[in-house]
């Protein structure tokens, strides 16, 4: 049995926490977690629910602080701690990996994306645009697979362009309790002011602002649902996570450009790609750097499937067989003498 500390952000606070604590207790550890200053009443929650199955007192334990800094510093170096489990951004988890060498620890980190999301010539585009709207816009773009660049061929990008403009424009915005919204809020208005400044930085360098792309006055932390065409490769939002409903469109002109575009960036975690040819599917497959591949399909995550990523989206895996494993042990005996 062995001591894990969790982290988990403020999005999908349920499912980050379930999908931690899970293989983690199947494995036979104890459980520290630490849920986002943003959303901790999820997770407490979730515990008491741990609590009333029967769980016993300890095995399950929640530290809620708005001091993540020093709290985590004082956990990860604590020599009894043997395993990190951490969902957020780059900079964060390089900071908690490094603060993790000093006790060797277990780690598994699941880190920052910069989403790919490459339309092929041959792509069927009704199913694109449904992708797109489906990888772009859940959850309001707040997640790590949010595809944050459209990749797309120049023989469709026109056409590409208009129907995400058009269905962009169908988009009602409000608050989540209100009939007929179909985009709400952002966490708080730090991510409005980054939508804000990314977009900025994307049409001062000459991108296209087809719909959306300014912030909404409060009350409340909005931002409309935009799309920009023609982006240009030094634009902001090509390098950052945008972690908002921005739709940011880069035309191609062959696959070798499709890859070196998709592929120019810290971040490896998941890639889209729509075409009807199989062996440019495989191409695909084999040639971006993610560690997951949405191929004609705008939404990855499976419960049943390894959920993680490659270069600075981090090691380690969530889900599927390989997710217990981050908690479990290898261990190999030998004897020379049969037991008598």
């Known amino acids: 049995m062995i001591v894990c500390y969790l982290i988990t952000p403020w999005n999908f606070p349920l499912a980050m926490a379930t999908r931690k604590i899970a293989p983690a207790l199947a494995a036979g550890c104890t459980v520290l977690i630490k849920p986002s200053e943003l ?13 009333e199955a029967g769980l016993p007192a300890g ?3 929640v530290v809620t602080t708005t001091s993540a800094g020093p709290v985590s510093a004082a956990i990860i170096t604590d020599p009894r701690l043997r395993k990190l489990s951490f969902t957020g951004s780059t900079p964060v988890g390089k900071l908690l990996l490094a603060q993790a060498a000093d006790n060797v620890l277990r780690t598994s980190v699941e880190l920052g994306g910069n989403a790919p999301f490459l339309v092929f010539d041959d792509a069927d585009l009704d199913r694109a645009v449904d992708g797109a709207m489906a990888a772009k816009f859940r959850n ?34 409000g608050r989540g309790t209100e009939d007929g919204v179909t985009i709400g809020p952002l966490i708080d208005d730090r991510a409005v002011r980054k939508a804000d ?38 634009s902001r939002i090509l390098h ?13 002109q062959d696959e070798d450009e499709a890859v070196r575009i998709a592929n120019a960036t810290e971040y490896g975690l998941v890639s889209y790609v729509y075409t009807e040819n199989l062996a440019r599917a495989q191409r695909m497959i084999e040639r971006l750097e993610t560690g997951m591949t949405g191929l004609n399909v705008g939404v990855v995550s499976n419960a049943a499937a390894p959920f993680g990523g490659w270069k600075q989206s981090g090691p380690g895996r969530e889900g599927g067989i390989e997710g217990i494993e981050e908690y479990l042990q290898t261990k190999y005996t030998m004897t020379a003498d049969p037991f008598g």
């Open 240 to 252: 950052e996570e945008i972690f908002g409903p921005v739709l940011a469109i880069v035309p191609f």
């Open 59 to 61: 095995v399950l334990n």
């Open 39 to 51: 959303t901790p009443l999820t997770t407490l929650f979730l515990a008491e629910i741990h609590r």
């Open 197 to 234: 400044d990314l977009v900025g930085d994307a049409v001062h360098r000459g991108a296209t602002l087809h719909i959306g792309g300014t912030a909404v006055a409060g009350p409340g932390s909005f931002f409309p649902a935009t799309v920009l065409g023609d982006v240009p490769a030094d």
């Open 140 to 173: 309001v773009g707040q997640a790590c697979t949010a595809a944050n660049r459209f990749i797309v061929h120049r023989d469709v990008v026109d056409e590409f362009t208009r129907r995400v403009t058009e269905r962009v424009r169908t988009f009602t915005m």
